[in-house]
């Protein structure tokens, strides 16, 4: 049972790129989110989705794309990154019920 | 709006020492609470959480945390840490309109040897 599973665990992208994150989890939770992590601003949420083939808009949406089409999976998607996207990105899944989250290990993202 | 408020950025304390990491919210009726520790580089572990019932919740490695309605307050207690503590310590309210969680900025805990 690996929990939640963030690949990569580190990218270093040039200003216009794109790339894909992806979250995977195993313990058939119905409710994911992307955050992103900052100095000295905890988490703030990105994007979320509570089923499969369901996003929404978090805090902070502009600039990323989601999806969801397996249960287990939901990508991050960031079409032209740009300098202001560098951060550590946190997927988290969560079964129905409680708010109770789980965090995969974290993606370092560094754009030049 | 709602808010979670965590006003200390560090807190430096002596390994043995006690420790209090305060956490206040805003919300109109009694959210679930939480507590969450990242170690460097790691990803976040839940401490501990509230939905109800006993206000002196226990959590993992030692931790406890006290719901008080009439602060609007969750913080967390520790009466002996250790240096395997240091960490930064986040606060979040769930809410029951929604699926988010809102967070605070987080402390940083320090440990003196």
């Known amino acids: 049972n690996a929990g939640v599973t963030q690949t990569p665990k580190f990218r270093v992208l040039k200003t216009g790129q794109s790339m894909t994150l992806l979250c995977a989890q195993d313990m058939n939770h119905e409710y994911m989110y992307w955050y992103r992590q900052d100095p000295g601003m905890g988490l703030r949420l990105i994007h979320y989705?509570?089923?499969?083939?369901?996003?929404a808009k978090g805090e902070v949406p502009d600039g990323y794309n989601v999806s969801r089409l397996k249960k287990q999976n939901f990508l991050l998607g960031l079409e032209s990154a740009a300098p202001s996207q560098t951060s550590v990105y946190f997927c988290a899944s969560e079964g129905t019920g409680g708010n109770e989250q789980y965090f995969g290990p974290g993606t370092r993202l560094t754009v030049t | 709006a709602q808010s979670v408020t965590q006003p200390d950025i560090h807190i430096t304390v002596s390994e043995g020492a006690s420790l209090e990491l305060r956490c206040n919210y805003s919300?109109?009726?009694?959210?679930?609470l939480f507590w969450y520790v990242q170690s460097p580089g790691q990803g976040l572990q839940l401490l501990l959480k509230?939905?109800?019932?006993d206000t002196l919740v226990q959590g993992i490695k030692g931790f406890e945390a006290e719901f008080k309605r009439s602060q609007s307050s969750f913080n967390l207690r520790k009466p002996s840490v250790h240096w395997s503590d240091a960490a930064e310590y986040f606060c979040a309210v769930g809410l029951y309109s929604n699926y988010q969680l809102i967070w605070g900025a987080g402390t940083k805990l320090i440990i003196k040897p």
């Open positions: 509230y939905f109800s019932g």
């Open positions: 989705s509570v089923g499969e083939g369901t996003t």
């Open positions: 919300y109109g009726a009694t959210p679930y």
